[in-house]
C-alpha cells in the first residue's frame, strides 16, 4: 500500500545525494538510480501506483497482457462467440460496406 511517509523519504535521500541531485548527475548516474527506483517501486501495486500518478497529475497507466485486458467485464463484448457460444479466434473483421 502507498506510503506517503515512505516515498518522501526516497524523494529527499535522492535530492541529498549528490549522484542525483541535478539532472545532469542523474541522467550521468541513470544505471544507479533506475535500480535504486526499480527496488523501490517494486514495493508498491500498480493500483498504488496509479492511483497516486492521477491523483498527483501525471500521465500513467497500467501496461496490461492481452488476458489481462479480456479478464476485464467492461471488454467482454469485444470477445466474438458463435451461436453455441464458443469463442471465436480472429485476427480480423468482415467489414462490408
Known amino acids: 500500500m502507498y506510503d506517503a511517509g515512505y516515498t518522501n523519504g526516497l524523494i529527499n535521500q535522492l535530492v541529498e545525494n549528490p549522484l542525483f541531485s541535478t539532472n545532469t548527475n542523474r541522467v550521468k548516474n541513470r544505471k544507479e538510480l533506475f535500480k535504486l527506483l526499480e527496488s523501490k517501486i517494486s514495493d508498491f501495486t500498480s493500483n498504488d501506483l496509479i492511483q497516486q500518478f492521477i491523483k498527483n497529475d501525471v500521465p500513467a497507466g497500467i501496461i496490461k497482457s492481452v488476458k489481462e485486458v479480456f479478464e476485464q467485464t467492461e ?6 462467440t458463435d451461436e453455441n457460444g464458443k469463442r471465436v479466434k480472429t485476427t480480423a473483421f468482415d467489414i462490408q460496406f
Open 75 to 80: 471488454n467482454e463484448a469485444l470477445i466474438l
